[in-house]
C-alpha cells in the first residue's frame, strides 16, 4: 500500500489543481456574450506568460513523461529522438504558428478546419482536416489517463486490478470535465501554472538525488551499460548505431511536423493575445524541452538502479525509481505532479475535439444557423463525451490498444499538414488534389504501420533502410497533390474561393534595407 505521507502529499497537490479550476472564471474576465472564441480560447486574450504554461503544458504530456524515459529505461538512445522533435518543432512554431495566428484572428477562425474552409472554400477538405484531428486526438487522451494509472501503481495507489484505483481516475476525469464544462481553456490555462511548478520542483529534486547517491551522471551510464550487458543487450544501446540514424532522424522530424497540426496545439496557440506572444513562447518552449530530457535521464538512471519494471509496464520504470529513492512526502509531489501534467493536455485535447466537431461537421453539415451560445453548448457536451469516451477506452481495452492507435495517431495527423502548413504559403495546390493525397497518405500510412506490427519505423530498401512511415506517407501526399494539381488545372476543374488575404503563390517577405536608395 502507498505511504500514509506519499498519499497526504499526492492528494495536497491534486486538491491545488482542484482549488485552481475553480477559479478559472477570474482568469482574463469578459463581458462578452457566449461564444467558441471565449470557451475555447480564452478569448485570445493570454499573455507571453500564460501562452507559455499553457502551451508547454499541453505539448508535453504525463504520458510523454512516463513513455519517454520507459523508451530509454527498455532501448537506450532511440528514445532521446523526442528531444531534438521537441527543439524542431520551436522554429516551425515561430513561423507557422504565428502565420497561423495572424490569418485565424483576422478571420475569427478557432480551428484548423476553418483555416482550410477558408483558404480553399472546400466544405469536404475541411471535413476530413477536422475528422482526423478527432481521430488522431481521442487515443492521445486515452493515453494521459494510461500516464495517471502508471504512476498510482508504481505508487501503490491503483493496484492492479483494484476498484479504489478506478474511483480515483474516474473522479480525478470527473473534476477536471467540470471544470472544463464550465471556464473551457482557462481552467487548463491556470491548472498549467501549478503542473510546472510541480514538474520542475518535484524533476530538480529526484535529479540531484539521483546524482547524489549514484556519484555522478558518468557513473549512471556505467551502470546502465552493465545491466544492459548483463542481459545480452549491446552495451552500444546507450549509443545511436549508424544503421538507426536514419530512423531516428526520419522519426524526430516526421514528429516535429505532426506535433503542430494536432488540434489541441493549435487551439493552445490561438489562445494567445497577439503574434508577438506566439513567437517569444516558440522561442522560450526549448526550456520545456529540458524537463523532458532529463526524464530520459532518470530511464537511464532506473536501468542502472536495478528497477525491474513489470513485463511490457517499461512506463512504470521511473515511477518505481522515485518510489524507491525519495522519501514518502517528495514522491507524493512527484506523482502529483506527472498526474496534473495529464490534466492539463487531457482538458485542451477534449476541448479541440470538441471545437473542431462543432465548428466544421455540426455547424457545416447539420444546423449552419446555430447561434454561438448554442454552438458553446453543443461545444461543452462534446466535450464531456470525448472525455467519458477516453475513460471507458482504457477500461475497456489493453493498454497497447491505446498505444497502437497513438501511433497510427501521428501518421494520421502529418497528412493534413499539405492542406494546413503548406496553405499559409501558397494556395496553388487544388482542393481535390489535397484531398487525394491525403487519402493515399492515409491508407499508405495506415498499411505500413500495421504491416509493420503496428511499428511506426518501417523497412525500404530491401531491409538496409528505415525510417518514419508517417515521413514516407506525407511524401506521397504531397506527390499526389502536386501532380494532381497538374492534371486538374489543365482539365479547368474549378476550385473554391480563397477567402483570406494569404497569397496565392509562395513569397517571402523582404524588410527594407536602413538607408537603402530606391533605384
Known amino acids: 500500500m502507498a505511504d500514509a505521507a506519499m498519499t497526504a502529499t499526492f492528494l495536497a497537490v491534486i486538491g491545488g489543481a482542484s482549488l485552481l479550476a475553480v477559479t ?29 504554461l499553457l502551451l508547454g503544458g499541453t505539448i508535453f504530456t504525463a504520458y510523454t513523461f512516463t513513455a519517454v524515459p520507459g523508451l530509454a529505461y527498455g532501448n537506450g538512445a532511440p528514445a532521446f529522438f523526442a528531444v531534438p522533435y521537441t527543439v524542431i518543432v520551436c522554429p516551425l512554431a515561430f513561423v507557422l504558428l504565428t502565420r497561423l495566428w495572424e490569418v485565424a484572428r483576422r478571420h475569427g477562425y478557432v480551428t484548423a478546419g476553418d483555416f482550410v474552409r477558408g483558404r480553399y472554400g472546400s466544405a469536404p477538405l475541411a471535413l476530413v482536416v477536422a475528422l482526423t484531428g478527432i481521430l488522431a486526438t481521442m487515443p492521445y ?22 476498484a479504489a484505483g478506478d474511483l480515483v481516475m474516474v473522479a480525478l476525469f470527473a473534476g477536471l470535465a467540470v471544470a472544463t464544462y464550465r471556464h473551457g481553456l482557462r ?20 535529479c540531484w538525488l539521483v546524482l547524489e547517491r549514484s556519484g555522478g551522471p558518468g557513473a549512471v551510464f556505467d551502470g546502465a551499460a552493465a545491466r544492459l550487458s548483463g542481459t545480452g543487450v549491446e552495451e552500444s544501446a546507450l549509443l545511436l548505431a549508424p544503421e538507426q540514424q536514419p530512423a531516428y532522424a526520419t522519426l524526430a522530424l ?12 493549435l487551439t493552445a496557440g490561438f489562445a494567445a493575445d497577439g503574434p508577438r506572444t506566439v513567437r517569444k513562447v516558440a522561442v522560450a518552449l526549448p526550456a520545456w524541452t ?9 530511464g537511464i538512471a532506473a536501468l542502472a538502479a536495478g528497477v525491474r519494471a513489470p513485463e511490457g509496464g517499461a512506463e512504470a520504470a521511473v515511477p518505481m525509481l522515485v518510489d524507491r529513492l525519495m522519501p514518502g512526502p517528495l514522491a507524493g509531489l512527484v506523482f502529483g505532479a506527472i498526474t496534473v501534467g495529464a490534466l492539463v493536455p487531457a482538458a485542451v485535447m477534449s476541448i479541440a475535439a470538441a471545437t473542431g466537431f462543432v465548428r466544421n461537421v455540426y455547424v457545416e453539415y447539420f444546423q449552419p444557423t446555430a447561434t454561438p451560445k448554442r454552438q458553446v453548448r453543443i461545444a461543452k457536451v462534446v466535450s464531456l463525451t470525448a472525455k467519458v469516451g477516453a475513460v ?16 497510427l495517431g501521428g501518421v494520421w495527423i502529418l497528412q493534413i499538414f499539405p492542406a494546413v502548413a503548406v496553405g499559409l504559403f501558397t494556395g496553388r495546390l487544388h482542393p481535390r488534389a489535397l484531398l487525394a493525397g491525403w487519402g493515399v497518405g492515409m491508407v499508405t500510412g495506415t ?20 525510417i518514419y512511415a508517417g515521413l514516407l506517407a506525407l511524401l506521397l501526399n504531397l506527390t499526389v497533390a502536386v501532380l494532381g494539381t497538374t492534371v486538374l488545372e489543365r482539365l479547368g476543374v474549378p476550385r473554391g474561393a480563397d477567402a483570406t488575404d494569404l497569397p496565392s503563390r509562395l513569397t517571402v ?8 536608395s530606391n533605384p
Request: net charge positive; hydrophobic share 55%.
Open 24 to 52: 478559472a472564471r477570474r482568469l482574463r474576465p469578459t463581458d462578452r456574450l457566449p461564444s467558441l472564441e471565449s470557451w475555447a480560447l480564452a478569448d485570445r486574450s493570454l499573455g507571453p506568460v500564460w501562452t507559455w
Open 141 to 162: 487522451l486515452a493515453l494521459q489517463l494510461l500516464g495517471i494509472r502508471a504512476v498510482l501503481t508504481a505508487g501503490g495507489v491503483y493496484p492492479k486490478g483494484g
Open 187 to 206: 481552467a487548463p490555462a491556470v491548472i498549467s501554472a501549478l503542473k510546472a511548478v510541480a514538474v520542475f520542483v518535484s524533476l530538480t529534486a529526484v
Open 254 to 265: 516526421g514528429s516535429a511536423l505532426a506535433l503542430l497540426m494536432y488540434p489541441h496545439v
Open 290 to 298: 529540458g524537463l523532458l530530457a532529463l526524464f530520459g535521464f532518470l
Open 392 to 407: 471507458a477506452f482504457v477500461f475497456g481495452l489493453r493498454d497497447q490498444d491505446a498505444i497502437n492507435l497513438q501511433l
Open 447 to 466: 498499411f505500413l504501420v500495421v504491416r509493420e506490427g503496428f511499428s511506426s519505423i518501417v523497412l525500404l530498401g530491401g531491409g538496409s533502410l528505415e
Open 509 to 516: 517577405r523582404r524588410r527594407p534595407e536602413t538607408g537603402a
